[in-house]
């Protein structure tokens, strides 16, 4: 069983700037072998990748609306990986979740690949 946690959403002004953070724990949950990725929700909308990385931290892939103002990165060390999301516009509202591919699918958007999901975080973008 794995435990994701995020955490840093909140309410921010168009052009401001949110720092998400996803902890993940489990017995038998290896961190470091494991390819981690970023999706969210709007309201009445479907869910959609947002960001993912390589279990080493040397891939990463973005969808189109977020390339140059988001970042995503890990920590192995400390079993976190972090979403550094500026420039924020009213379009990025929605609930982010934090999730896991311990099913070790090539790194990818598609989220049948991802099969442990966190509770989800609050970004809302004010205009």
């Known amino acids: 069983q794995v435990q994701l946690v995020e955490s840093g959403g909140g309410l921010v002004q168009a052009g401001g700037s949110l720092r998400l953070s996803c902890a993940a724990s489990g017995r038998t949950f290896t961190f470091s072998s494991t390819n981690m990725g970023w999706f969210r929700q709007a309201p009445g909308k479907e869910r959609e990748f947002v960001a993912a990385?390589?279990?080493?931290?040397?891939?990463?892939l973005y969808q189109d609306g977020v390339k140059g103002r988001f970042t995503i990165s890990r920590d192995n060390a400390k079993n976190t990986v972090v979403l550094q999301m500026n420039s924020l516009k009213p379009e990025d509202t929605a609930v982010y979740y934090c999730a896991a591919d311990r099913q070790n699918y090539i790194l990818g958007r598609e989220s049948y690949k991802y099969d442990n999901w966190g509770q989800g975080t609050q970004v809302t973008v004010s205009s």
């Open positions: 990385i390589s279990r080493s931290g040397g891939t990463t």
